[in-house]
């Protein structure tokens, strides 16, 4: 490929110019192409820094579909995937003339189980409400008239519904060869699918789930390819932490038991007292979650292996629970033939038993039957170790564990004959990668960086009200909801609120609505937790006018232009919560090796959410709006300096008089 080719297809009358209305050369996006063709040849890790608005999504696509390898492109989540899928790609497939195949591909539990699908249709008992039964019928429909059984493709049945849990597979209980439905199955066709396309579109989930199965010896989920573009690539350090570890739930262990009843009454009548079984399962289950129980009064609700309070009696109902999961495999095993339902039973059980025993290794004596001898330099142990917890709540117990890093895992994923391009317009903190580069182990790309094309210092204003108390502060929200509401009832278009934790979502949104209530204010206020976050966004986008009040999912993957979204709140600095077990975890370590948790985890952590969170303001050239801040550490902390710079270069103000001016200069000029 040469550069030439790249400037003419990004030129104002070259082939994109065509296809995308109201279309704009950008050199940052033109440079950013070059750099990946550069990395694609040379086989090469870019990570890529590029601010909203330029045009990142063509610039990795365009050397993509030049390139001549087989390429895959991450996204953050199912929905950018289908929006890369549906429509970007087709569109530059169209505008460049080139006979590119594309597939799409997501995890198993996204694709309806024809297997599954027909058990559920025998079982009417197994419905829970009227809507299910009308949910059931759509399903049964699209299962017989879809190309792909791809969920996300049946709007009548919300993708959130829990029917989809009933007529979709599991690694632990899919038949595999032994399926009756084998040859119509809509997962094998999407891998089939992408083993023979030129580009496949996944999300980071199904990426680090295959790289997990990759980690026992399975290689069989995603294709071999030359280039793996990521974009969102912010996302990964998290999404590979949650998928290399383990997890088991009171949930999954008790719908094992009703498995294993109904898959042994149904099967094998004669052979064992399925119901006896399936009983001394759920007991041990509930044993040991009422075992657990003091650490519901904990911080949070969570505790820390060594830190779980009477841990012999928990330890006790744990090396019980095993025993009774070893005895249900015993009799599982010796019926395994059959039916396929006591051989999926046979398979979960056996899942679940090998996650509990690592998850209780090693032992609170120090010994470890998983590792019998010292770690080898450069195992996953040597890099740091793991961290394990129990979270409970009144109905439920989850056992947890993740690693300290997964620097090494993740780096030596990758092949050396393959180039790796990461992207996304939060990577660094203030031009800084190194945080990003030592979370995956990618000390040895190349970083490049380049700024938003937007007019931030026109375009907006950020505003850090006086005078307001700490966060610490038991008045805080309250005082916040006061420096909000002149915006508020001044800005024309929507109101995005941005809360650190769901107890300031539920507060905020309640204080609000108080206050609305005493004006006569006449605006709809959505709050998290109400609806799903699909429907949520639907109508923030549609009411033009609403409020709508959300924590950590709503700080990334918004995008509302225009004046639809003229006002983005938040109300403290997104420091991570201090009882979350694995950044306790990490930055005990990192205090152990004689570092600075604070400066060279907490503070580059929360430097990125906050970018991220006030990226949500401005989306295009003609947006315009207020980005309040109310946590007075931003300007009155010495570290407050690192934060605020790395933000977009809004004018900067704490004067609200200056603010409600620039609302009505604004609004005016609309």
């Given at each position: 490929?040469?550069?030439?080719?790249l400037?003419d297809?990004?030129a104002?009358?070259g082939?994109?110019?065509?296809?995308?209305p109201?279309y704009?050369?950008?050199l940052?996006?033109?440079?950013l192409a070059?750099?990946i063709?550069?990395?694609m040849?040379?086989?090469s890790?870019?990570?890529?820094?590029?601010?909203?608005g330029?045009?990142?999504t063509?610039?990795?696509?365009?050397?993509?579909?030049?390139?001549?390898?087989k390429?895959l492109?991450?996204t953050?989540?199912?929905?950018?995937?289908?929006?890369?899928f549906?429509r970007?790609?087709?569109?530059?497939?169209?505008?460049?003339?080139l006979?590119i195949?594309?597939?799409?591909?997501?995890?198993?539990?996204n694709?309806?189980c024809?297997?599954?699908l027909?058990?559920?249709?025998?079982?009417?008992?197994?419905?829970?409400?009227?809507?299910?039964m009308g949910?059931?019928r759509?399903?049964?429909v699209f299962?017989?008239?879809?190309?792909t059984?791809?969920?996300?493709?049946?709007?009548?049945?919300p993708?959130?519904?829990?029917?989809?849990n009933r007529?979709?597979?599991?690694?632990?209980?899919?038949l595999?060869?032994d399926?009756?439905?084998?040859?119509?199955?809509?997962?094998?066709?999407?891998?089939?699918?992408?083993?023979?396309?030129?580009?496949?579109?996944?999300?980071?989930?199904?990426?680090?789930?295959?790289?997990?199965l990759?980690e026992?010896?399975?290689?069989d989920?995603?294709?071999?390819?030359?280039?793996v573009?990521?974009?969102?690539?912010?996302?990964?350090?998290?999404?590979?932490?949650?998928?290399?570890?383990?997890?088991?739930?009171?949930?999954q262990?008790?719908?094992?038991?009703?498995?294993?009843?109904a898959?042994?009454?149904?099967?094998?009548?004669?052979?064992t007292?399925?119901?006896e079984a399936?009983?001394k399962l759920?007991?041990?289950?509930?044993?040991?979650?009422?075992a657990?129980s003091?650490?519901?009064?904990?911080p949070?609700r969570k505790?820390?292996?060594?830190?779980?309070?009477?841990?012999?009696?928990?330890?006790?109902?744990?090396s019980?629970?095993?025993?009774?999961?070893?005895?249900?495999?015993?009799?599982?095993n010796?019926?395994?033939?059959?039916?396929p339902?006591l051989?999926a039973?046979a398979?979960t059980?056996?899942?679940i038993r090998?996650r509990?025993f690592q998850?209780?290794?090693?032992?609170?004596q120090?010994?470890n039957?998983?590792?019998?001898?010292?770690?080898?330099?450069?195992s996953?142990?040597?890099?740091g170790?793991a961290?394990?917890?129990?979270e409970?709540?009144?109905?439920?117990m989850?056992?947890?564990s993740?690693?300290?890093?997964?620097?090494q895992?993740?780096s030596?994923?990758?092949?050396?004959?393959?180039?790796w391009?990461?992207?996304s317009a939060?990577?660094?903190?203030?031009?800084?990668f190194?945080?990003f580069?030592?979370?995956?182990g990618?000390?040895?790309?190349?970083?490049?960086r380049?700024?938003?094309p937007?007019?931030?210092?026109?375009?907006?204003?950020?505003?850090?009200?006086?005078?307001?108390?700490?966060p610490?502060?038991?008045?805080?929200?309250?005082?916040?909801?006061d420096?909000?509401?002149?915006?508020?009832r001044?800005?024309?278009?929507?109101?995005?609120?941005?809360?650190?934790?769901?107890?300031?979502?539920?507060?905020i949104?309640?204080?609000?609505?108080?206050?609305?209530?005493?004006?006569?204010l006449?605006?709809?206020?959505?709050?998290?937790?109400e609806?799903?976050?699909?429907?949520?966004?639907?109508?923030?986008?549609?009411?033009k006018?609403?409020?709508?009040?959300?924590?950590?999912?709503?700080?990334e993957?918004?995008d509302v232009?225009?004046?639809?979204?003229t006002?983005?709140?938040?109300?403290k600095?997104p420091?991570?919560?201090p009882?979350?077990?694995v950044l306790?975890a990490r930055l005990?370590?990192?205090?152990?090796?004689?570092?600075?948790?604070?400066?060279?985890?907490?503070?580059p952590?929360?430097?990125?959410?906050?970018?991220?969170?006030?990226g949500?303001?401005?989306?295009?050239?003609t947006?315009?709006?207020v980005l309040?801040?109310?946590d007075?550490?931003?300007?009155?902390?010495?570290?407050?300096?690192?934060?605020?710079r790395?933000?977009p270069?809004?004018s900067r103000t704490?004067?609200?008089a200056?603010?409600l001016?620039?609302y009505?200069?604004?609004?005016?000029?609309?």
């Amino acid at each position: 490929m040469f550069l030439q080719e790249l400037s003419d297809i990004f030129a104002a009358d070259g082939p994109i110019a065509s296809a995308v209305p109201d279309y704009r050369p950008r050199l940052a996006q033109l440079e950013l192409a070059q750099a990946i063709e550069s990395a694609m040849r040379d086989r090469s890790t870019l990570v890529a820094e590029a601010g909203t608005g330029t045009g990142k999504t063509w610039a990795y696509l365009v050397p993509a579909f030049l390139g001549g390898g087989k390429v895959l492109v991450s996204t953050g989540t199912r929905t950018l995937q289908d929006q890369l899928f549906r429509r970007d790609l087709p569109k530059l497939r169209e505008a460049l003339s080139l006979p590119i195949t594309v597939a799409l591909l997501k995890g198993r539990g996204n694709y309806v189980c024809h297997y599954h699908l027909e058990r559920l249709s025998g079982d009417k008992r197994a419905l829970k409400s009227r809507a299910e039964m009308g949910q059931l019928r759509n399903i049964q429909v699209f299962a017989k008239q879809s190309r792909t059984g791809d969920k996300a493709d049946l709007a009548q049945v919300p993708e959130e519904a829990d029917i989809w849990n009933r007529v979709t597979s599991t690694r632990e209980n899919c038949l595999g060869q032994d399926c009756p439905h084998l040859r119509d199955c809509f997962v094998m066709k999407a891998r089939r699918y992408a083993q023979d396309a030129d580009l496949v579109v996944v999300n980071h989930a199904l990426f680090m789930a295959d790289l997990a199965l990759r980690e026992e010896g399975i290689t069989d989920l995603l294709p071999t390819v030359d280039t793996v573009i990521f974009d969102e690539a912010h996302q990964l350090p998290d999404i590979a932490t949650r998928f290399l570890g383990t997890s088991v739930s009171s949930h999954q262990l008790l719908d094992l038991a009703r498995s294993i009843e109904a898959a042994g009454l149904a099967h094998a009548r004669e052979s064992t007292n399925w119901s006896e079984a399936s009983k001394k399962l759920e007991q041990a289950a509930r044993e040991l979650r009422l075992a657990s129980s003091p650490i519901d009064k904990l911080p949070g609700r969570k505790a820390t292996f060594d830190a779980i309070p009477e841990p012999e009696s928990f330890d006790t109902a744990l090396s019980e629970l095993q025993k009774v999961l070893d005895r249900s495999s015993q009799l599982l095993n010796v019926v395994t033939e059959k039916h396929p339902d006591l051989a999926a039973a046979a398979k979960t059980c056996l899942d679940i038993r090998a996650r509990l025993f690592q998850w209780s290794q090693p032992d609170r004596q120090g010994h470890n039957a998983l590792q019998p001898e010292p770690p080898q330099e450069g195992s996953v142990n040597d890099e740091g170790g793991a961290v394990r917890w129990v979270e409970h709540s009144l109905h439920h117990m989850r056992l947890h564990s993740a690693p300290l890093s997964v620097a090494q895992i993740f780096s030596r994923y990758r092949s050396a004959s393959q180039a790796w391009i990461l992207t996304s317009a939060t990577l660094s903190v203030h031009g800084d990668f190194s945080h990003f580069l030592r979370q995956l182990g990618l000390w040895e790309a190349k970083t490049l960086r380049w700024e938003s094309p937007f007019d931030y210092a026109r375009q907006g204003v950020l505003f850090v009200p006086k005078a307001l108390p700490l966060p610490s502060d038991f008045a805080f929200n309250e005082r916040f909801v006061d420096a909000l509401l002149p915006l508020a009832r001044m800005a024309a278009g929507g109101v995005l609120v941005l809360c650190t934790t769901l107890r300031s979502v539920d507060r905020i949104a309640e204080l609000l609505q108080e206050r609305f209530d005493d004006e006569g204010l006449d605006r709809l206020i959505l709050r998290q937790g109400e609806s799903s976050r699909r429907i949520l966004l639907e109508r923030f986008r549609t009411e033009k006018n609403a409020v709508l009040v959300g924590s950590a999912s709503f700080w990334e993957g918004i995008d509302v232009p225009g004046d639809a979204l003229t006002l983005v709140a938040i109300d403290k600095l997104p420091f991570a919560p201090p009882d979350d077990p694995v950044l306790e975890a990490r930055l005990k370590r990192c205090r152990e090796n004689g570092g600075n948790p604070f400066m060279e985890y907490q503070l580059p952590e929360a430097a990125i959410s906050l970018k991220q969170g006030a990226g949500r303001l401005i989306r295009s050239e003609t947006d315009w709006g207020v980005l309040m801040v109310g946590d007075t550490r931003l300007v009155e902390k010495p570290y407050g300096k690192l934060l605020w710079r790395g933000l977009p270069p809004f004018s900067r103000t704490r004067e609200q008089a200056e603010v409600l001016a620039f609302y009505d200069k604004k609004q005016n000029a609309c």
